[in-house]
C-alpha cells in the first residue's frame, strides 16, 4: 500500500457520489431529501495542530510545494507508516484506491456542481454545472438546468478555463474567507459537488471494476492501490492540565462500491490511530511529549506505541 497525506479535512459543502443516490432509484431533483442541509464550516487544521506548527513553516515546503515543509512530511510519513494497518484482501477486485485514479478510470473526471434554493418550502434546483476536474487546458463545459431561473454565471465565455472555476469554488469555501457581517440572500443556497463514476448498482460496479475472467481490478488499476493519512493534535482536556494532547493519524480508505448488505457508491472508510509514549497508560501527552515526536531523534520512535483505534 502507499500512504499519502491529506492536507485539509473536508466541510462545509456537500461532496458526494451521485451514484449512490441513483442506486437507490432517487432522481437528481430529489436528493436533496436524503442530504444534511447543515453543514458545519471547512477548517484548514486544529488549532492544537496551529499550535504545534504540526505541518511545518510555509517557506520549508520547496518541494513538492504540497503544503507540508519537507522534512516535517518525511518525519510524519515515517509515523504514518509504522502505525498504518495491516489490510487483508478478501477478494481479487475490493481494495482501497487511490481517489484520482478512479475519477481518471472510464473518463468519470467531471466535477457537477448543483446549486439549490432552500428558501421555499421545497427545496429547488436552481444550476447545474460540470468541468472536467484536473483539465486545465480544456475550455469550462456548463451544462444549465431551469435555465429560465438560473442566473447568469460569470464563468460564462470562451476565456474561462475549468480550472478557473475551480480556483472560484477553493476560494468560496476558503476556511480563512471572512464571515460577512450581514446575511446575504445566497444564504439560502446550498451547493452540492459530486462526482458521478461508473454503474448504477450492483451488477453493473462488478462490470466496471472486476475482469470477468480473472477476477482482478481492470489493469489500469491494479497498481492504484492506497491508503490516505491525515495526521492532527487533538487537545482532549483544558489547558491547565498538563497531559492533555492526542496525536491522532486518522487512515482513510477509498472503495469505488460497497456491495455488502448497504450497496453503495463512493464508500469512503477510515480509522483513527491514537499514538502515546509507552507506559502512558491514559494515551494523553504534554507539550514535551508532542515536540518530541516531531522533531526529536529517530530513537524516540521506538518508545512510541499505539494508545488506542477507533
Known amino acids: 500500500m502507499v500512504v499519502q497525506k491529506i492536507n485539509l479535512i473536508l466541510g462545509g459543502t456537500l461532496l458526494l457520489f451521485l451514484g449512490d443516490l441513483f442506486s437507490q432509484e432517487i432522481t437528481r431533483e430529489t436528493y436533496i431529501d436524503y442530504l444534511p442541509l ?23 515546503d520547496r518541494n513538492p510545494v504540497d503544503g507540508i515543509a519537507d522534512q516535517r512530511f518525511k518525519r510524519l510519513f515515517t509515523l504514518a507508516e509504522r502505525f498504518a494497518p495491516i489490510l487483508f484482501l478478501n477478494t481479487k477486485y475490493s481494495r482501497p484506491l487511490d481517489f484520482l485514479a478512479v475519477l481518471r478510470y472510464q ?18 434546483l436552481i444550476e447545474g454545472e460540470r468541468f472536467a476536474f484536473g483539465s486545465p487546458d480544456i ?60 454503474g448504477r448498482d450492483e451488477a453493473s460496479w462488478k462490470k466496471a471494476y472486476k475482469n470477468e475472467i480473472s477476477g482482478n481490478l481492470p489493469k489500469m488499476l491494479q497498481t492504484a492501490a492506497k491508503v490516505y493519512a491525515h495526521p492532527f493534535i487533538h487537545e482532549a482536556l483544558p489547558q491547565e492540565v498538563k497531559h492533555r494532547f492526542e496525536f491522532v493519524i486518522q487512515y482513510w480508505f477509498f472503495y469505488p462500491f460497497n456491495d455488502g448488505g448497504n450497496n453503495h457508491e463512493g464508500d469512503w472508510e477510515h480509522i483513527n490511530v491514537r499514538i502515546t509514549r509507552l507506559g502512558r497508560e491514559a494515551g494523553l501527552l504534554d507539550k514535551d511529549d508532542v515536540m518530541s515526536i516531531l522533531n526529536g531523534k529517530d530513537s524516540v520512535l521506538d518508545s512510541l506505541v499505539i494508545g488506542k483505534v477507533d
Open 107 to 124: 473518463g468519470s473526471s467531471q466535477l457537477h456542481v448543483d446549486t439549490w434554493d432552500l428558501g421555499q418550502a421545497t427545496p429547488r
Open 38 to 60: 447543515v453543514q458545519p464550516r471547512i477548517i484548514s487544521q486544529t488549532n492544537a495542530s496551529a499550535e504545534f506548527a504540526l505541518y511545518g513553516h510555509p517557506a520549508d
Open 139 to 198: 475550455p469550462h463545459d456548463q451544462e444549465r438546468l431551469f435555465a429560465a431561473f438560473a442566473p447568469r454565471s460569470p464563468f460564462d465565455g470562451i476565456e474561462n478555463k475549468a480550472d478557473s472555476r475551480l480556483l472560484e469554488l477553493v476560494r468560496e469555501f476558503n476556511p480563512y474567507r471572512p464571515r460577512p457581517a450581514y446575511t446575504p440572500v445566497e444564504s439560502d443556497r446550498l451547493r452540492v459537488l459530486y462526482f458521478d463514476t461508473p
